[in-house]
């Protein structure tokens, strides 16, 4: 089991930043990926960015170059990097752990943390 808990939501103008943060439960080191995924009002989750342990990342077309994920292993969190915040990122966004235990894949999700921006 993997329990995740996302901070740093919250409401900003457009054009402001946010840094969301997802404590996760055990060593990040050896999990598969680590990603944040969001969900805005009458619409379907969605990948916002995602880094595997291997350091690679994964971004969806709508926040590349204003969004970085990263990880800092020793604290065992995922911090996601918001710079130039649109209304259109207004959604509650999770964090995401996939753990692949040999070649099952299991998916873990935080509670969510609502971002709100405003225009």
């Known amino acids: 089991q993997v329990q995740l808990v996302e901070s740093g939501g919250g409401l900003v103008q457009a054009g402001g930043s946010l840094r969301l943060s997802c404590a996760v439960s055990r060593s990040i080191f050896s999990i598969y990926a680590m990603g944040w995924y969001r969900q805005a009002p009458g619409k379907q989750r969605e990948l916002v960015a995602a880094?595997?342990?291997?350091?690679?990342?994964n971004y969806a077309d709508s926040v590349k170059g204003r969004f970085t994920i990263s990880r800092d292993n020793a604290k065992n969190t995922v911090y996601l990097q918001m710079n130039s915040l649109k209304s259109e990122d207004t959604a509650v966004y999770y964090c995401?752990?996939?753990?692949?235990?040999?070649?099952?894949?299991?998916?873990?999700w935080g509670q969510g943390t609502q971002v709100t921006v405003s225009s």
């Open positions: 995401n752990a996939r753990v692949v235990n040999i070649n099952v894949e299991s998916d873990y």
């Open positions: 880094m595997t342990s291997g350091s690679s990342t």
